[in-house]
């Protein structure tokens, strides 16, 4: 049974970058599957951040495209979310999580983190 | 930009039926999800390929998504279906997964 656990800084400080770890256990993430990042404000509802393939190909929320960088590790096998110059407008819980084929197919994301929360503040 | 609107809440006695709905535009030419969260809780895939349930989802969960509307459908609602459930779909237009606002299910 595939696991999720993010991990990260809780505190990010204005206009530098958000970096956070999805460490996969159970499954290699090179095998196959999409995998990606979800994030929540706090009492707000879940914003798609961008999906990753096994083989390296990545997808990014139109809005959020321009600041996201996600990639893979495959040797730790772990995948990682970059978010460069990010505002108070960033805090959120962070969740990443596993798709079960392409996104048109409407698999959906099986597999979920328990979340991470990064508070952006000086 | 493509969007999908939910109603903030729907409540329901225990043991009727809740309907939670998703509307977008030709909202039935893509395949939709649901998922449920509750407080403190990661969200769970309760609904894919727009009326597939995955394992373990209780047969009181059904979907179904035509014209504009996808409907998550909870039978005999029971108190631990008390969550919020959000609807999710893929625009091809734009490459990126879209999640809808979200719906507060209490069970009153």
């Known amino acids: 049974q595939v696991q999720l656990q993010e991990s990260g800084p809780g505190l990010v400080k204005p206009s530098e970058t958000l970096s956070l770890t999805c460490a996969v256990s159970?499954?290699?993430?090179?095998?196959?599957?999409?995998w990606g990042w979800i994030r929540q404000p706090p009492g707000k509802g879940l914003e798609w951040i961008g999906s990753?393939?096994?083989?390296?190909?990545?997808y990014y929320n139109p809005s959020l495209k321009s600041r996201v960088t996600i990639y893979l590790d495959t040797s730790n096998n772990h995948f990682s979310l970059n978010l460069t110059s990010v505002t108070a407008a960033d805090t959120a819980l962070y969740y990443c999580a596993r798709e079960d084929g392409v996104a048109a197919a409407g698999n959906g994301y099986d597999s979920w983190g328990q979340g991470t929360l990064v508070t952006v503040s000086s | 930009s493509y969007e999908l609107t939910q109603p903030p809440s729907v409540s329901v006695s225990p043991g009727q039926t809740a309907s939670i709905t998703c509307n977008g535009d030709k909202l039935g030419n893509k395949y939709v999800c649901w998922y449920q969260q509750k407080p403190g809780q990661s969200p769970l895939l309760v609904m894919y390929?727009?009326?597939q349930r995955p394992s373990g989802i209780p047969d009181r969960f059904s979907g179904s998504n035509s014209g504009n509307t996808a409907t998550l459908t909870i039978s005999g609602t029971q108190a631990m279906d008390e969550a919020d459930y959000y609807c999710q779909a893929w625009d091809s237009n734009t490459a990126s997964y879209i999640f809808g606002s979200g719906t507060k299910v209490s069970v009153l």
């Open positions: 159970g499954y290699s993430i090179s095998s196959g599957y999409y």
């Open positions: 990753i393939y096994h083989t390296g190909r990545t």
């Open positions: 390929q727009d009326d």
